[in-house]
């Protein structure tokens, strides 16, 4: 059977590569199919060019993964569109993701797909393809949502894969690497060359906006990561591991198990991870920085303990405050990541957010305050529906959520122009802090560069 897997264009000039897609990739290949990708990051092409694509070629299945952002759900109905209007369809559409994996029935229906599926994929997608194959049924797959006639079918969710060593790597080599690895992250040089790396599945933790369906925390074992991190440098001349699971430092004995084997190993890369401010002592961060660690990317979001906790966010300020001290203490640069909507959220507390991130910025990223989102499968988007401030999904997607930067429901006591106003002005703030900081660091550059007649100074040139 031929499989077409549509990696959708988010209009990046450089894209993430989708380790979704390349896993289900993998396992498909390594099961004796044929399978194709649908490079539409890469070529921005337009939704008509899948049309005519599937009209000169012929699949017996395609698919499509999304995650749960309002851009990503436009795409998906563009896409979805072009796969209706071509005149070789293929006979089997199927739909899958953290999108999707909440409410299957409103996406099979919005979509045209026959299947969507719900969470994990990897062992999912091989007995659908048995199932078609075979013209089989499909009411004993687990963690699927299927048409039956004008019925749709939500089967029982599917057990997490426990060994996620079992799962093969991302199939690479059916991929543009050489473009995906120009990817740019905080602390890369010119010269690295980037790839994203999963070092587990899951989080152990409960925050209440989170919609990751997935319970609990799965790590690959080091032996394992090293060996891709190893292949990945000789393959394709990787510098940098981003690490973009959930939460690499799921515990300080984790952390540091998988640092000393880094070291041990003598993998001589630079990397970053998400991590927690709980766990981030000088000691963690120390054993970190010598296992080539740059960058660790922090949810804070936000600066006030009644909010993190209703949150669920399993954090203090103190702790914050701590840890990002101790990261910057230890060489290493912290991703601040705020977010301002939230229940019990208020001028106070986004005031103390923005000064927060402009006492701490170091200047590797610029950084701005986005509203929260209540994505459908969290906490906080059915407790947006109990309230009345969204009515179903259907109205998140269609009308409430219609870009990441503005409000989807308003969970504070603030009017929505009263919202608006204090974000407006918070960024404006964080946006100056950014540019005088890149005016201090450039006039620098230039009083070295004349001063000294500084011979390595490489142009004034961003990269």
């Known amino acids: 059977m031929k499989v077409l897997l549509v990696v959708y ?17 993998a396992v498909l290949r390594n099961h004796g199919y044929d399978v194709e ?5 890469v070529h921005h092409y337009a939704d008509e060019h899948l049309t005519s ?7 017996d299945v395609i698919g499509v993964s999304i995650i749960a952002g309002y851009y990503q759900y436009k795409k998906l109905l563009g896409i979805s569109r072009a796969i209706a209007e071509s005149k070789n369809r293929p006979a089997r559409y199927i739909v899958g993701g ?31 393809m048995e199932a078609f194959a075979a013209h089989g049924p499909l009411d004993e797959i687990k963690g699927i949502a299927y048409k039956n006639g004008s019925e749709v079918v939500v089967t029982p969710r599917r057990e997490l894969i426990k060994d996620v060593d079992s799962i093969p790597w991302p199939a690479y080599e059916l991929f543009p690497i050489e473009y995906y690895r120009l990817l740019r992250m905080p602390n890369t040089g010119n010269s690295d060359f980037v790839m994203p790396m999963l070092s587990g599945r899951g989080c152990t933790f409960k925050c209440n906006f989170c919609y990751r369906l997935d319970k609990g925390f799965r790590p690959r074992s080091a032996e394992a990561i090293i060996e891709e991190i190893q292949y990945l440098k000789k393959e394709f001349n990787i510098s940098y591991i981003a690490f973009s699971d959930e939460l690499l430092m799921s515990s300080k004995k984790r952390t540091a198990e998988l640092c000393e084997a880094f070291l041990k190993a003598d993998l001589n890369v630079k990397w ?24 660790i990317n922090y949810g804070i979001e936000a600066f006030d303990d009644e909010v993190l906790r209703k949150m669920n966010k399993s954090l203090t300020t103190r702790q914050i405050t701590s840890g990002i001290e101790a990261t910057l203490a230890a ?7 705020m977010l301002f909507g939230h229940i019990g959220d208020n001028r106070e507390t986004l005031k103390a957010a923005v000064d927060f991130l402009i006492k701490y910025d ?16 969290s906490p906080l988007y059915y407790y947006a529906i109990e309230n ?9 997607y269609e009308n409430k959520h219609l870009n990441s930067d503005l409000f989807a429901a308003n969970f504070t006591e603030l009017t929505e122009d009263e919202l608006y106003q204090e974000l407006s002005q918070a960024n404006i703030r964080l946006l100056e802090n950014y540019l005088e900081n890149k005016t201090t660091m450039m006039a620098s550059q230039i009083k070295s560069l004349y001063s000294q007649r500084d011979a390595s100074f490489r142009g004034f040139r961003q990269s």
């Open 9 to 25: 264009d988010n209009d990046s000039y450089i894209h993430w590569f989708p380790q979704g897609m390349a896993y289900i990739a």
């Open 37 to 41: 990708i649908y490079n539409q990051d």
């Open 53 to 59: 694509f599937l009209d000169r070629n012929k699949f």
């Open 98 to 128: 953290h999108g999707p994996s909440p409410e299957p029935e409103y996406f099979l229906t919005i979509t045209g797909a026959d299947v969507a599926v719900i969470g994990e994929g990897e062992e999912t997608i091989l007995e659908l």
């Open 272 to 295: 970053d991870c998400n991590g927690r401010l709980n766990y981030a002592t000088p000691e963690i961060l120390k054993i970190m920085k010598q296992a080539g660690c740059v960058f």
């Open 331 to 337: 060489g290493m640069s912290p991703g601040l990541n």
């Open 362 to 377: 170091d200047g590797a990223q610029m950084r701005t305050i986005r509203p929260v989102t209540p994505y459908p499968g």
């Open 388 to 396: 009345g401030l969204i009515k179903d999904i259907g109205d998140f």
